[in-house]
């Protein structure tokens, strides 16, 4: 077997860092369908990037860049600490030794060497935190194109059409987690996709989503659920279908999934109980709690999937959290429907 070459080494580091295009994206998938030393390449560097999974993720300042030559500026004041922070910098670049830190003499030195940690910090930890935040962002999108790759599947198995439940206007949407007969939650067309083997259902599952207690499949016998176990076992929301559409495959243009809408993360535990969320200028705005209210990825039907700092997509300004009609101090009752097919909403 021939060894990678230079370049596909890079392209496998690249994919891993999640800075690959959709084509960049492709070739390092078709090369890791194969390739043992590929695989193995690609391992190591997942587990490099692993740890920064245990790291606390930290917002990545907009004026970084900024803020870095203000502090290299006042730096370049103080004369004789920025010589001897040179000087240092010189000694690590001319080989690997041991180096031996003298006793401090005086206090100008100290100060010039605690302005050097704390840059350093200030640099280092906003950006390992954008890494992870990259990094859970990529993983998210992967999952996202898993599962679309159920729905295409689906679809090409039942005559074109997207797993669906028989719904009536006006019927409850809200009840993820309900096994009862009646179609009481939307997310049972997903859960159609776990039950009948096109996607697996730890997909479902937000690698982003920071939760106090980590739920798991393990154990589960799927087809002993009519829908997903409860909303803990359900990262994502799906388009709730105008009840007038026939369009009902994959040929639209559109949202089909995205991160958890915001709107619904405060659902009653107890599903006999009323919903009632009365809408604020606060939840009207508020992005995914997947990725800590940054944004959202979401899942396009066309396949391809983006990462959104705003409540809508580069092919639509419509809010795909909320219906077009919905205002501050709208109550959602759990039973509402689009009017249309322009009218995007993701729900539960």
């Known amino acids: 077997m021939t060894p990678l070459s230079d370049q596909q080494k890079q392209l496998l580091f690249d994919y891993s860092l999640g800075l690959t295009s959709d084509r960049e994206t492709a070739e390092a998938q078709k090369l890791l369908s194969w390739n043992a030393e590929a695989i193995e390449l690609h391992r190591t560097l997942q587990r490099a990037l692993a740890p920064l999974e245990s790291v606390e993720l930290e917002r990545c300042p907009a004026?970084?860049?900024?803020?870095?030559?203000?502090?290299?500026?006042?730096?370049?004041?103080?004369?004789?600490?920025?010589?001897?922070?040179?000087e240092m910098l010189a000694a690590e670049r001319s080989g690997l030794r041991t180096v031996k830190i003298p006793l401090w003499r005086n206090w100008s030195e100290v100060i010039t060497a605690a302005a050097a940690v704390l840059l350093f910090i200030s640099i280092l930890f906003p950006s390992v935190g954008f890494l992870r935040q990259k990094h859970a962002q990529m993983r998210c999108a992967a999952q996202l194109g898993n599962i679309y790759e159920g729905f295409r599947n689906y679809v090409s198995d039942h005559d074109g059409r997207l797993p669906a439940v028989a719904v009536t206007p006006g019927s409850w949407w809200w009840k993820v987690g309900y096994q009862g007969r009646e179609n009481h939650s939307n997310s049972r067309q997903l859960w159609l996709l776990v039950q009948n083997g096109y996607a697996e259902p730890s997909r479902f599952l937000c690698p982003a989503r920071r939760e106090p207690h980590k739920v798991s499949y393990g154990g589960f016998q799927v087809q002993d659920f009519n829908d997903f176990p409860n909303r803990g076992y359900l990262h994502y929301s799906?388009?709730?279908?105008?009840?007038?559409?026939?369009?009902?495959?994959?040929?639209?243009?559109?949202?089909?999934?995205?991160?958890?809408?915001?709107?619904?993360?405060?659902?009653?535990?107890?599903?006999?109980?009323?919903?009632?969320?009365?809408?604020?200028?606060?939840?009207?705005?508020?992005?995914?709690?997947?990725?800590?209210?940054?944004?959202?990825?979401?899942?396009?039907?066309?396949?391809?999937?983006?990462?959104?700092?705003?409540?809508?997509?580069?092919?639509?300004?419509?809010?795909?959290?909320?219906?077009?009609?919905?205002r501050c101090g709208t109550e959602v009752r759990g039973c509402e429907f689009p009017s249309c097919d322009a009218d995007i909403f993701l729900a539960p």
Not at 263 to 284: G, V
């Open 238 to 326: 799906v388009r709730l279908v105008c009840p007038n559409s026939d369009d009902r495959g994959l040929t639209r243009k559109g949202v089909l999934l995205a991160d958890r809408n915001p709107l619904f993360e405060e659902l009653p535990s107890d599903l006999s109980a009323s919903c009632r969320i009365l809408l604020c200028e606060k939840l009207m705005a508020a992005n995914s709690r997947n990725h800590h209210n940054r944004g959202q990825n979401v899942l396009l039907y066309d396949g391809s999937a983006e990462f959104t700092k705003v409540r809508h997509t580069s092919i639509s300004e419509d809010d795909i959290y909320a219906l077009q009609d919905m």
């Open 63 to 86: 004026d970084l860049t900024e803020r870095l030559f203000l502090r290299v500026q006042e730096a370049a004041l103080q004369s004789r600490g920025v010589s001897r922070l040179e």
